[in-house]
């Protein structure tokens, strides 16, 4: 399996979110910081307002912000609705025409997999991707200033 890179960018930029402990970010500042297209983040950015993970503010002030604390963000949660598509092989789909479906057991094997997958990211928040001891390497690298 593979995460796409929209599903990558919006846990980089929930992650840049929740080093800022409650200030707000702009899509530009996030995509620099990363070295990331903004065009790209700012579509992510609308993918995750819609679904509740984000709110965008305007004005002067505005900017991105989590809408919930970053331990109540489960990543299994944000990778299922940020994946479009989770079609591992053909059989997963609506239109399966692969001939040995009948009796082969890579769908039930291929399954297994990715159910295993998104147990282990269910055990996982935001939080913890953010949490020490890579806190502070984390928020260095991306230019974040400590809060006084």
């Keep these: 399996m593979r995460i796409t890179r929209h599903t990558d960018y ?4 929930m992650m840049y979110l929740a080093l800022r402990d409650g200030e707000r970010a702009t899509v530009g500042d996030i995509a620099e910081a990363y070295g990331i297209s903004r065009h790209h983040l700012m579509k992510v950015a609308q993918q995750l307002q819609a679904r509740g993970y984000v709110r965008a503010l ?3 002030s505005g900017g991105l912000e989590l809408r919930h604390r970053p331990g109540d963000i489960n990543l299994g949660e944000v990778v299922r609705d940020m994946e479009a598509d989770l079609t591992l092989v053909e059989c997963f789909g609506d ?9 082969c057991k890579l769908k039930g094997v291929l399954g297994d997999a990715l159910r295993s997958f998104f147990a282990v990211l269910d055990e996982y928040s935001l939080a913890d991707l953010v949490a020490a001891p890579q806190r ?10 400590n809060p006084e």
């Design 10 to 13: 919006a846990l980089r930029l």
């Design 58 to 60: 305007r004005g002067k």
């Design 95 to 103: 239109r399966n025409a692969c001939v040995i479906t009948p009796f």
């Design 136 to 145: 502070g390497g984390l928020r260095r690298q991306l230019r974040i200033a």
